[in-house]
Every structure is written in structure tokens, then in C-alpha cells.
């Protein structure tokens, strides 16, 4: 593919509480087995995109621990490869990433010493599965300078007000752009994934950043609207961001349903960093109704509608139902765990109930002892 990726990574959500004060979004454990972050890299890898930067910043650390080596999305190689990008001191800066537009200003010689047309910019704090060939074919017919990649959310749970909400002409080129408008006016929304070509943005970045201005969406798109030619293009797969503690409950929820879990489970297979534990055990006394279960697990209680993380214990007469309990938990003897987030190293003593409801699950921290 004759294009480079950027993911950006950096990013942290106060809707997602406890859970992001951790790690940063794009770390986010989902589904048992993955982070947020293996979605778009392996859309990337599956594309043909060898050659990708992850930009970084929040409480990046166990990002960067997933991240240490490359090949398990094929992008340990001599052509190309993965860089992983930090704000840092120079002579000529020593500021933190001030927004989106202003974290790849100020990794531009990535830019610069790449060969490949274009570049293809996506965040990884969301679940899907793209393949972005096809949006650049797009970008190439329509002529265009920046696609935007949308979505229709009409007759979903997903509110407009949340998001950045457009409007296109019949031939589907921008006429609004409006970031969480308080009247939307429509129901397509921005994935934040975008295809520009690579001399356009070193240029448009170098004609921004130095006035002050640092935000993609505000500062390059719209500034730019009237004399650009921007397009979308309409997603209509499967997609979740986990911009709250709602949508990480819902998408881990998901992956319950055959029909979602199918498309990650079919080529091109979605990867991540494998961990080396043995098999789940169910002992005689566990029953397990439409639940993921993580390597390492043990279970003696009941599970049901949940996903369980690697290495959890779940006791004996304990019963776990719409559920997440995060790596390494352990839930005691006796306890009710209903509609509840459990981060990872929490300990549930024996015969306590952990109890939220389906709209608000309660949230138990990383290494809380119950």
C-alpha cells in the first residue's frame, strides 16, 4: 500500500474514570484477549500499511510494554516497521503534545523522510475491523485531498451529541463539520480516521502549528474546508469507541454476540501480543453460560454474559453474571458480582456483592481489595 500510518494514542477519557487512570485508552484490555490498540494497528498491517507510528503520551507505559516488539502484527522488518513516538525536550521544544495536529507537527521528519504519497491517520482507542485499501482507492477516484471516514449511528445507542457530526453534499463531499454540536445536524459521525496525501499535511501542519493552532479537526479541516477537497466515506461495519465506561461495557458485551465476534474471528485475523499461560480449568463445580474466558483462568462458581480476562479465579458458590473481571482478579467464596467492572489485581472477599446496573455498572479500581 503506498501509504504510511499514524495511531494516535495518546489520549485519556475522564468518562472512563478509574479505568483510565491506569493507562492510557489505546491500552485498554478488550474481549479477553486483546488491547484497544490491536484493532487499527492490525487494520493497518492487514492493509499493506507496513510502515506505522504510534504517538503516544498519557500513562503510556503499558502501551509501550504491548508495543515492545513488532512482529506480532508483521511489522518487525528492515522496509518499514512500527516507531513509537513521545513528547520530548529539544532545543526547539519542550512542550506536551497540545493536540492532535500539533502531536504529529512535532514528529514531522516522520513524515518527511518517508517515501509513500499518503497517509493514513486513525486513533486506536477504537473496535473494528477496516480495511483501509479500499479508502484510499476511494480518496484516489474522488480526486480528493483529505477523506474523512463516517458513519451513519441512526436507530443505534450512540448519541450524536458525543461526536464530531457531519454533513456531505449528494456527492458525498464535506459541507459541515460541527465537534459535539449541541443540535446535530445529521447522524453521520466522524471515526476519526482520515487519508490525506503526505505532502499536504507536512504542508498544512507547517502553515498551522507555528500561529498557535493545534488541533486537527478545528485547525486543519475546517480551517481549510472551503479551499480543500474533503470527502467522506461511509462505514458501515461494525464500530465502538471506548469514550466511556458505558461503551466499554457495551463493546466488551459484544463480543458475546456470535454475529459481532464472528468478524473478528475470520480473516484477516485481528493480533496481539500472545501471553504464555496454560488452558482456563473448569472444575466440577463450575457452570459457564455465553462467556469469554481468558488462558490461566479458574473457575469453580458460576459465570454467565461475561468476559473474563487471563489468570481470574472465580470461587466456589461465587456467581458472576454481565460481567468484565479484568487480569488476575479474584473473586472469593460466595460473592455476587452483577453488572460490574473489575480491574485487573482487585480481590473480592469472600461473600461480598459487587452490584451495578445495566445502564451504570460499578467500577472496582486495579488492585482494590473488597
Known amino acids: 500500500m503506498k501509504a504510511i500510518g ?30 484497544a490498540i490491536d ?34 502484527w508483521d511489522l518487525d522488518r528492515k522496509e518499514g516497521g512500527l516507531y513509537i513516538f513521545t513528547p520530548f525536550l529539544s532545543s526547539e521544544n519542550n512542550f506536551w503534545f497540545r493536540g492532535v495536529a500539533d502531536s504529529i507537527y512535532q514528529n514531522i521528519s516522520f513524515l518527511k523522510r518517508s517515501h509513500e504519497p499518503y497517509v493514513v491517520i486513525a486513533s486506536g482507542d477504537a473496535v473494528y475491523k477496516m480495511d483501509y485499501q479500499k479508502i484510499l482507492d476511494y480518496h484516489i477516484e474522488k480526486n480528493a485531498d483529505i477523506t474523512i471516514v463516517s458513519k451513519n449511528i441512526a436507530g443505534s445507542t450512540k448519541d450524536p451529541h458525543d461526536y464530531g457530526v457531519m454533513t456531505f453534499d449528494d456527492d458525498m463531499k464535506l459541507v459541515s463539520f460541527d465537534e459535539k454540536p449541541i443540535e446535530p445536524k445529521s447522524d453521520n459521525i466522524s471515526l476519526g480516521i482520515y487519508v490525506i496525501s503526505r505532502p499536504l499535511l507536512i504542508k498544512l501542519l507547517e502553515n498551522t502549528i507555528p500561529k498557535g493552532y493545534y488541533d486537527f479537526v478545528k485547525d486543519i ?15 458501515d461495519g461494525y464500530w465502538n469507541t471506548l469514550n466511556s465506561v458505558e461503551a466499554y461495557m457495551e463493546t466488551n458485551m459484544d463480543f458475546l454476540k456470535p454475529e459481532v465476534m464472528s468478524i473478528f474471528k475470520s480473516e484477516p485475523y485481528i493480533s496481539t501480543k500472545p501471553s504464555d499461560d496454560p488452558p482456563a480449568k473448569f472444575n466440577s463445580t463450575a457452570v459457564v453460560k455465553n462467556s469469554i474466558i481468558g488462558t490461566g483462568t479458574i473457575i469453580d462458581g ?4 461475561s468476559v473474563l480476562f487471563r489468570k481470574v479465579t472465580v470461587s ?48 472496582i479500581t486495579k488492585g482494590q481489595v473488597v
Open 302 to 305: 458460576s459465570v454467565s454474559n
Open 6 to 35: 499514524i495511531i494516535l494514542a495518546g489520549g485519556n477519557s475522564e468518562r472512563l474514570k478509574a479505568l483510565c487512570k491506569v493507562r492510557a485508552i489505546a491500552a485498554m484490555p478488550v474481549a479477553s484477549s486483546y488491547r
Open 39 to 72: 484493532f487499527t494497528l492490525s487494520n493497518m498491517s492487514n492493509s499493506g500499511i507496513n510502515k506505522v507510528a504510534v504517538i503516544t503520551q498519557y500513562n503510556s507505559r503499558s502501551l509501550h510494554d504491548h508495543l515492545s516488539s513488532a512482529k506480532w
Open 221 to 235: 479541516i475546517l480551517r481549510n474546508k472551503n479551499h480543500l477537497n474533503i470527502f467522506g466515506y461511509n462505514f
Open 316 to 363: 466456589e458458590d461465587a456467581k458472576v453474571n454481565n460481567s468484565i473481571i479484568m487480569k488476575s482478579s479474584y473473586i472469593g467464596k460466595g460473592c455476587v458480582i452483577e453488572n460490574a467492572i473489575i480491574d485487573k489485581e482487585a480481590v473480592i472477599s469472600d461473600g461480598k456483592q459487587v452490584i451495578g446496573t445495566p445502564d451504570d455498572p460499578i467500577v
